[in-house]
Each structure stands twice: as C-alpha cells, then as structure tokens.
C-alpha cells in the first residue's frame, strides 16, 4: 500500500501533485491509502514517499470537475477521482459520457458542493460586533455541508471589501482585516454572536422586499432549508409572512390595477394592447378589441377573435361575424348602435400547415381577460349584455352556464347587468345538416329579437 497525503480536506493541488507521482510509479488506485493531514487512518499503510512528479495532460473538464469534488465531504472522493483520471489517461472512461456511473457519481458530488457554495453565500448572516476601540467587526457562523469555506472566501472578500469580518465554521475560522484574508481554528456555533442592533433592519428590510405573489412555499423551503433559518434573522418573520401572502397579494393587486384605470375606452385599448397576462398575446397578431358606441344600451360579448379578426383587429367580421350580422337585421336590431367585444382579446390556435386552427381558451386565460371586459361593462354601461356562447357566459357570470339549457333567459352579470344567454353563430358554421342549421338558426334570431324586446319592455 502506498500513502498519498495532502495538506487539507480541500488540497485539490496536494492531490494533483500526489496523482502525479502515483502515475509515475504506476500504482493502481486499489494501492493507494489517502490520509489527510498528520492524522493516520490506515495502519497498514505504509510511510509515504516523495510522490511528486512532472505535469500531466488531462481530457477538458476533468481538471474543473476535480477542484469541485475535492471539496466534497466524501472521504472516498480522492480514490474516485484518481480512479477516473487513471482510466481516462488509459482511455477506458470519457468526459461526458452520462452513462458512467463514476462520472455521474462525481458529477452529483459536484452539484453537492456547488450548491453547498452557493447556500453560504445566499444565507450566511453577519452580525456586527463593537470591539473596545469603538471598531466595528461583523462576525457569522455557518455550517457547510462540504470543505468550501477557502473556495468560498474570495467571494466574500469581493463582497465585504471595506468590512472588517469573521466568518466561523466548525471547521475553520476565517478572518478578513480590509487587507488580509487570515485563517484560523474552527470554533462553536457559541463563539458567534446570535443578535446585533441591526437585526431589525434586516427584518424591515426583508418584508419589505418579500413579495407574496411569488410565494411557492414548497419551493421556498427546498431552496432555504430549516438548517440554515438559525443564521437569518429574517426568518423569524416567514411563518406570518406566509400566512398573510393571500391577503397582502389581493392589496398588491388593487395597487397595481387601480391607477391603471382607464376612463375611455380608447385608452382602456392602449392599455389591453400592452397586457401581458397571459401568454395569448406572443402567437396573436394583434389585440382585438370591442368596438361601437361608447353608450350602447346593448352588448354583444363573443369568446374570442377568430383568424379573420385577428388579421383584421375587429371583432366578429369573419364567417361567424357575417352569420351574427344577417341574424341582427333579421331581428331588427342594429349592429352599428351596439357594442361588440369578446371575452378573450388574442386569437388563441394552433399551427397546422399554414392553418391556424382555433382553439378554446382556457378558465385561465379567461379569468386574466376578465378584467378588460369588466372595464368595457364599467364605461359603456350597457343595459343588456348578450352572452354568444358558453365561454362568455362564464366570463360574464362566473358560472358554467350549459348553452342548449340556458338559451334565452337572462342571468346577471358580476357587475350586476342582466345577460341573455345564447349560441355562438359559429355554432351554426359547425352543424353538416341544412335543416338542423336552418332550425337553430330561427333560434338565434328569436333569442336576438328577445333581447330587442328586453330593452324595450
């Protein structure tokens, strides 16, 4: 057996040279016994000799995946890696080869400590401490899960240039006096200060910046594991920070949708033409928003703009327009003295060829348009509102209306206006026997001169 030592649970270049040497005398990975430090864990292994030797080529990546590993708390990580090294010199192993098992185990262990690198950096917590000069000195305790506190230390010598700082560990102390970074012995987490007079701030500071409408607590508590919560004064505020998400996520709401009430429906359509809601908008042409007089006593709310109107930017001028149309005539009811829109304001559809085929919005997508149409209800003050179709029912009453039941009576609205309930003309497009059509088409122009004599009664 052969000892191969290095300095420190973090020696990535003591290892390299060690490796350099162990190849040089040709000793196979089983041979090698490796000891940290003055400490011995091997009785049979034998006194180490001078192991060092020239540089050698390795494949691209093996050296970044090493200094990585070798920080890993695994006390097998040494082996492992003089394992793959020797099998990649001989050609028997390759980088990138995710199908290796000991490369997938040393690139987990990789992720491990990356990870491990960035916990201390994201929750490593200073508390200032007033030495008996008046100096300030701000001290933290951390517990890594691997040896990164070195490969961590430039990081925060970057960060806390003009700070004099100590970071405890249970492994090692480090010092940083604004001009040299010095180590010392591990401490106790005792040794740390566990409060300072800035810790309130801290605590404004954090539930000022918390943002409820991001909150994913599962994913929260993944990535801020308990362990670490000790460290941060901030987390004293997570438990009711969490619990009055939903209510301070209504206020944000209010507070961002409030001053972007418009009071004309022309700027009501500058600001749906920036909406970004959804994700309708990317594939759309454009915005198709309602269009009529500002004051029609009656509006027609349709699902969603169609091929045709997304080309155009107008609602309901396409085959399902044209059929709504010829039935408003035959009704006696004037298209151009109503106001017509939609309920969502992008063409939703999928790609077929150079097709694009309609597809039906989602509750969803739905709810995110809500808020425009409740706009056009609030300016144009419609007396009735006719819902064509199901997806307008349920955005105009928030109810799952089933058309074939509900045609022709009249619900209420969220905002409290009486809504006819309807097909949609497209309905008629889709039916394949004549007769059928012409019945349904009756049908329409009968809950159409219904809502005519509505307004009128």
Same mark, same amino acid.
């Given at each position: 057996?052969?000892t191969?030592?290095?300095?420190?649970?973090?020696?990535f270049?003591?290892w390299?040279?060690?490796c350099?040497?162990?190849?040089?005398?040709?000793a196979?990975?089983?041979?090698?016994?490796?000891?940290?430090g003055?400490?011995?864990?091997?009785?049979?292994?034998s006194?180490?000799?001078?192991?060092?030797a020239?540089?050698?080529?390795?494949?691209?990546?093996?050296?970044e995946?090493?200094?990585?590993?070798?920080?890993h708390?695994?006390?097998?990580?040494?082996?492992?890696?003089?394992?793959?090294?020797?099998?990649?010199?001989a050609?028997?192993?390759?980088?990138g080869?995710?199908?290796?098992?000991?490369?997938?185990?040393?690139?987990m262990?990789?992720?491990?400590?990356?990870?491990?690198?960035?916990?201390?950096?994201a929750?490593?917590?200073?508390?200032?401490?007033?030495?008996?000069?008046?100096?300030e000195?701000?001290?933290?305790w951390?517990?890594p899960?691997?040896?990164?506190?070195?490969?961590?230390?430039?990081?925060?010598?970057?960060?806390?240039a003009?700070m004099?700082?100590?970071?405890?560990t249970?492994?090692?102390?480090?010092?940083?006096?604004?001009?040299?970074?010095?180590?010392?012995s591990?401490?106790?987490?005792?040794?740390?200060?566990?409060e300072?007079?800035?810790?309130?701030?801290w605590k404004?500071?954090?539930?000022?910046?918390?943002n409820?409408?991001?909150?994913?607590?599962?994913?929260?508590?993944?990535?801020m594991?308990k362990?670490?919560?000790h460290?941060m004064?901030?987390?004293?505020?997570?438990t !009711? /920070? $969490?619990?009055s998400?939903?209510?301070r996520?209504?206020?944000?709401?209010?507070?961002?949708? +409030? @001053?972007?009430? %418009?009071d004309?429906?022309?700027?009501?359509?500058?600001?749906?033409?920036r909406?970004r809601?959804c994700?309708?908008?990317?594939?759309?042409?454009?915005?198709?928003?309602?269009?009529?007089?500002?004051?029609?006593?009656l509006?027609?709310?349709?699902?969603?703009?169609?091929d045709?109107?997304?080309?155009?930017?107008?609602?309901?001028?396409?085959?399902?327009?044209?059929?709504?149309?010829a039935?408003l005539?035959?009704a006696g009811?004037?298209?151009n003295?109503?106001?017509?829109?939609?309920?969502?304001?992008?063409?939703?559809?999928?790609?077929?060829g150079?097709?694009?085929?309609?597809?039906?919005?989602?509750?969803?997508e739905?709810n995110h348009?809500?808020?425009?149409?409740?706009?056009?209800?609030?300016?144009?003050k419609? !007396? /009735? $509102?006719v819902?064509l179709?199901?997806?307008?029912?349920?955005?105009?009453?928030?109810?799952? +209306? @089933?058309i074939? %039941?509900s045609?022709?009576?009249?619900f209420?609205?969220?905002?409290?206006?009486?809504?006819?309930v309807?097909?949609?003309?497209?309905y008629?497009l889709?039916?394949?026997?004549?007769?059928?059509?012409?019945?349904e088409?009756?049908?329409f122009v009968?809950?159409?001169?219904?809502?005519?004599?509505?307004?009128?009664r």
């Amino acid at each position: 057996m052969i000892t191969a030592r290095i300095a420190a649970e973090d020696d990535f270049d003591g290892w390299r040279n060690q490796c350099r040497g162990l190849m040089r005398l040709g000793a196979r990975p089983a041979d090698v016994v490796w000891q940290v430090g003055e400490q011995r864990t091997d009785l049979f292994a034998s006194p180490e000799a001078c192991l060092e030797a020239a540089p050698i080529g390795v494949p691209k990546g093996f050296a970044e995946l090493a200094r990585s590993v070798i920080c890993h708390s695994d006390p097998e990580r040494f082996g492992l890696l003089y394992q793959l090294l020797i099998d990649l010199k001989a050609r028997q192993r390759h980088m990138g080869d995710e199908a290796d098992p000991l490369l997938r185990k040393l690139e987990m262990m990789a992720k491990n400590v990356r990870r491990d690198i960035h916990k201390m950096r994201a929750f490593l917590r200073f508390r200032r401490v007033e030495e008996a000069g008046g100096e300030e000195h701000f001290v933290a305790w951390f517990e890594p899960e691997h040896h990164i506190v070195r490969t961590n230390a430039a990081f925060f010598v970057r960060r806390f240039a003009g700070m004099k700082w100590s970071i405890l560990t249970p492994s090692l102390t480090i010092h940083w006096d604004r001009q040299t970074l010095l180590e010392a012995s591990a401490k106790l987490k005792t040794d740390a200060p566990t409060e300072d007079s800035v810790e309130e701030q801290w605590k404004t500071y954090y539930g000022s910046i918390f943002n409820p409408a991001r909150l994913k607590v599962n994913a929260m508590l993944k990535e801020m594991p308990k362990k670490y919560w000790h460290n941060m004064p901030e987390t004293a505020l997570v438990t !009711e /920070l $969490i619990q009055s998400a939903r209510n301070r996520e209504l206020a944000m709401i209010e507070k961002d949708i +409030l @001053p972007m009430v %418009a009071d004309t429906l022309t700027t009501l359509r500058a600001e749906a033409d920036r909406c970004r809601r959804c994700p309708l908008y990317g594939p759309a042409t454009q915005l198709v928003f309602g269009e009529g007089p500002a004051d029609a006593w009656l509006m027609f709310v349709g699902e969603q703009p169609g091929d045709q109107e997304d080309r155009a930017g107008r609602p309901f001028v396409g085959p399902a327009g044209q059929i709504l149309d010829a039935a408003l005539a035959q009704a006696g009811v004037d298209r151009n003295q109503s106001y017509v829109t939609n309920a969502v304001k992008h063409f939703k559809f999928r790609p077929e060829g150079k097709r694009r085929i309609h597809e039906r919005p989602n509750v969803g997508e739905i709810n995110h348009c809500r808020w425009w149409l409740k706009r056009e209800i609030e300016l144009v003050k419609p !007396e /009735l $509102i006719v819902a064509l179709g199901a997806t307008a029912a349920r955005s105009l009453t928030g109810r799952s +209306l @089933p058309i074939t %039941a509900s045609r022709g009576q009249v619900f209420e609205s969220l905002e409290g206006v009486p809504v006819l309930v309807t097909i949609h003309p497209s309905y008629l497009l889709r039916l394949p026997d004549a007769e059928a059509a012409e019945r349904e088409r009756a049908l329409f122009v009968d809950d159409l001169e219904s809502a005519q004599r509505h307004l009128y009664r």
